[in-house]
């Protein structure tokens, strides 16, 4: 194998730095992690406990392969290739047409429990027939799922070793790109006696599941990659209905587009305090303790923008579409024109319903089809309840920065719950994400409830530095003029 | 011990076949019910492979005289019939007829257990 120093591409003193050839796995988001992708022609050990997708994410490197022409050969211990094919078809993957036109080869593997064994053997037929088949399709890459049901029947752990670098060599002699997946316990370490296949492999990826709060989530990492640079985080991922998609963060490059024009909120007054309204893919976190109207506010800006036929994704994470649109008609918002023209769309789930990655797949993927130009996100607080606060600081992140690649704007309500968040976004701070912040908060002064905004920061743009009063009308949000009072307890929970 | 080695019967995949044992012939009967219908997957001259095609031509000599066909099949030369029965080890011993079928991974060193899965009385060695 080649163990080029050439690894660190940055590293331009070595002139004999020739990059390591690299082969596509065709998963969404996992080459970026992998500089590439995987070594060509050579092994590339997944493992992981049962139910995180390690067969899944070797059947799509060879589907998606053979769809791209790559011929492949899978070879299945654990299930029945006609059962993979039923799998597949659940992923809308029709491996039929591919076994057909020779871009595909499944190998059954499973060994017939009765099997008696009388005495030594070898892996020779297999690879007779590995042989055989790869040179009939032309295949020059190969997955074996769960090589380790075949070896444990030698029942001796130095035997077993000896034949998989039997196996790893003879593929490396033919620079078959080779993917092997490997079984292990307690999302850990490679079950014992098989801690040598992290040594013997070029690249080593892990996968596992784990559940924070009672929400499942899913990581991949890359633990190992001979001769080239990698993504050494844990990146989650998901396996979404038609395959895994990852969704590295630090591989997020800030291609963000300038701001654009300055459009109106929707509220004379409030452009006024904003001088002129907000930028164009922006992003304004709105702020404030319960009750306080913010709900009110993003959606005047969502009628707005959707009556200058501006296309709006409404992400509701508390209440469904029906119940805001209801609930708006009393402050005079009526989303409903909005949403019978299409201009505005909702996207609603509770927190609870899935990992924080499936939130941000699906919302992801209403971005792309939709293509709206304001995004609100409803409330970020909720977020909490996907898992954990990271998880939601990375969906909110993620989000923001998704939005800005593409210039659209994004607005999130925020609930806070005392006057010490009012800085923070579930302990991790989120302000600093974010372009604008709008504050709204409750003041009791003169024996009267008073309801105050505040512009607390708008990146970039002058704006008032003055506390306005306000409340929410039948005709929606109005100005009282600058509050004087004091905010002396407020808000709290 | 006198056995008969008929080559190049014709079989699902001939080039693959390497021998034929047929003790049938010598009692010139025909396949009857009792026959016992073997094939042994081998690679090469690999040491694993000469020894379980030993053990089993012993086997044949001693317990199935009369009623036993034993095709003997080299991957090395076809994998075609490895594939066909779902082989991937060598050597892989199955046996086809009388049913139930049974597949017997090794050597064939440990002569008892492969009686034994051959239903074959050690009495029957007489």
């Given at each position: ?8 591409t ?43 997708g ?11 392969g ?9 070879v ?47 892996l ?71 801690e ?80 002129g ?55 005079g ?56 606060e ?24 925020n ?51 003055q ?16 509050y004087?009072?004091?905010h002396?307890g407020?808000?709290?929970? | ?23 049938k012939?010598?009692?010139g ?58 082989v ?39």
């Amino acid at each position: 194998m080649m163990e080029a120093s050439a690894g660190k591409t940055t590293n331009k003193a070595l002139p004999q730095a020739i990059a390591l050839p690299k082969v596509s796995t065709q998963i969404k988001g996992l080459d970026e992690i992998l500089d590439g992708g995987i070594p060509a022609g050579g092994t590339t050990l997944v493992w992981g406990a049962a139910g995180c997708g390690k067969s899944i994410l070797g059947l799509e490197f060879l589907y998606r392969g053979a769809l791209a022409g790559d011929p492949g050969i899978l070879v299945v211990f654990e299930e029945r290739a006609q059962a993979v094919r039923q799998h597949a078809l659940t992923l809308g993957w029709d491996l039929a047409p591919l076994e057909q036109a020779g871009k595909l080869f499944v190998l059954d593997g499973v060994i017939d429990p009765a099997t008696i064994l009388a005495g030594d053997f070898d892996l020779q037929a297999l690879l007779a027939i590995i042989a055989g088949r790869s040179q009939a399709i032309g295949a020059k890459r190969i997955v074996i799922d769960a090589v380790d049901v075949l070896t444990r029947l030698y029942r001796d752990p130095w035997r077993e070793q000896s034949e998989i670098y039997t196996l790893h060599r003879w593929l490396a002699d033919r620079e078959m790109t080779t993917m092997l997946t490997m079984k292990v316990l307690h999302y850990q370490t490679p079950l014992p006696g098989y801690e040598f296949l992290d040594f013997m492999a070029d690249c080593v990826i892990k996968l596992d599941q784990r559940s924070n709060n009672q929400v499942s989530t899913r990581r991949l990492q890359v633990i190992k990659y001979r001769g080239s640079s990698f993504g050494r985080n844990e990146y989650p991922y998901i396996i979404a209905d038609d395959g895994i998609h990852l969704l590295p963060v630090s591989s997020v490059v800030l291609t963000q587009q300038a701001p654009g024009d300055v459009v109106s909120s929707g509220s004379a007054q409030l452009d006024a305090m904003l001088e002129g309204g907000y930028k164009r893919g922006t992003s304004v976190l709105v702020a404030g303790a319960p009750g306080t109207g913010k709900t009110t506010i993003v959606s005047t800006f969502a009628q707005a923008a959707c009556e200058r036929g501006e296309k709006t994704l409404f992400l509701a994470f508390e209440e469904s579409a029906q119940a805001i649109i209801a609930n708006m008609l009393s402050p005079g918002i009526d989303l409903r024109p909005a949403l019978q023209a299409g201009t505005l769309r909702f996207l609603t789930a509770l927190p609870e319903a899935m990992g924080a990655e499936d939130h941000l797949f699906a919302a992801l993927r209403e971005v792309a089809a939709f293509q709206p130009r304001l995004v609100i996100a409803d409330a970020l607080s909720a977020l909490m309840r996907m898992g954990t606060e990271q998880a939601a600081f990375e969906y909110s992140m993620r989000l923001v920065v998704a939005c800005k690649e593409r210039g659209i704007t994004c607005l999130f309500t925020n609930q806070l719950a005392g006057a010490a968040a009012e800085n923070s976004f579930a302990g991790v701070g989120i302000s600093s994400l974010v372009d604008s912040v709008i504050l709204l908060r409750f003041a009791e002064s003169g024996g009267m409830l008073h309801w105050t905004l505040l512009i607390r920061k708008v990146r970039g743009a002058a704006h008032s530095a003055q506390c306005h009063e306000f409340r929410i009308t039948n005709r929606g949000l109005e100005l009282l003029g600058v509050y004087t009072g004091s905010h002396d307890g407020y808000p709290h929970v | 011990m006198k056995t008969s080695i008929v080559k190049h019967r014709i079989e699902p995949n001939p080039c693959a076949v390497d021998s034929v044992l047929d003790t049938k012939q010598e009692q010139g009967g025909q396949a009857t019910d009792r026959t016992y219908v073997l094939r042994l997957f081998v690679a090469g001259d690999k040491p694993q492979s000469l020894e379980a095609k030993k053990n089993i031509e012993q086997i044949c000599a001693a317990y199935l005289q009369g009623c036993c066909e034993l095709t003997v099949f080299d991957v090395c030369k076809d994998f075609t019939a490895a594939l066909d029965h779902g082989v991937l080890l060598t050597p892989t011993l199955l046996l086809l007829s009388p049913l139930p079928s049974v597949t017997i991974i090794g050597n064939l060193s440990d002569t008892e257990k492969v009686l034994g899965a051959l239903r074959l009385p050690k009495a029957s060695h007489e």
